[in-house]
């Protein structure tokens, strides 16, 4: 804040805060694998507003999104709760690191998180999707890249640890839903949580 820095040193001064915020997510995604390891991981069941959820998610990447000249947009069935029951940290976790992996992943066109809803026999069944148009993920990665460490290797050069879908999984499982990947090598990736 100080008004009598220069501009070569506000610039470096940047890039010490993003290197700081970079560091601090890759501590933090290395200190959730090891709580998940050491068992001591806990959810905490309570209503929200999924809709706001989704919408606060999309604000908060918009700027991401823009950066690379990508579209980015929310689709919500109009079946949906306004309240649901779940762990709302987690999920906000798991849903950041799948917008963010898809804006990662993509040079041109959109990244879309739907959100669904179908009654079942057995009750209401929410699904939150998020599809991208990126570079995909071959049959043979597709399962491969939610353990964790793996990276598909083409990619490695992007900045990441491999740890953000095995940690996304997890919280999804401890939640009580499912997530997959459903993807076309050079046209793009859906992920779908359950
Ligand atoms: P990180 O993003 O830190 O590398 P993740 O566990 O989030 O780790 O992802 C693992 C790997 O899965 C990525 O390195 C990338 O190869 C692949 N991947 C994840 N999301 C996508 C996506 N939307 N499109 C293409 N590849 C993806």
Redesign the pocket.
Known sequence: RDAAITDGQRQSLDIINRSGEHLLALINEILDMAKIEAGRLQVRIEPFDLGALAHDIVELMRERAAEKGLGLRLEQSSALPRRIRSDEIKLRQALI??VG??I???EQGRVVLRLGAALTPRGLRLSIA?E?S????AAE?QAR??DPF???EK??A?K???????I?RQFVELMGGRIGVT?QPGQG?C?RIE
């Open positions: 690191n799948l992996n898809a990662k992943f993509t998020v991208d990126g570079i995909g993920i990665d890249i939610f793996a990276q598909v990619t490695g992007q990441g640890t491999g740890l953000g879908l095995a996304t993807s990736s992920f």
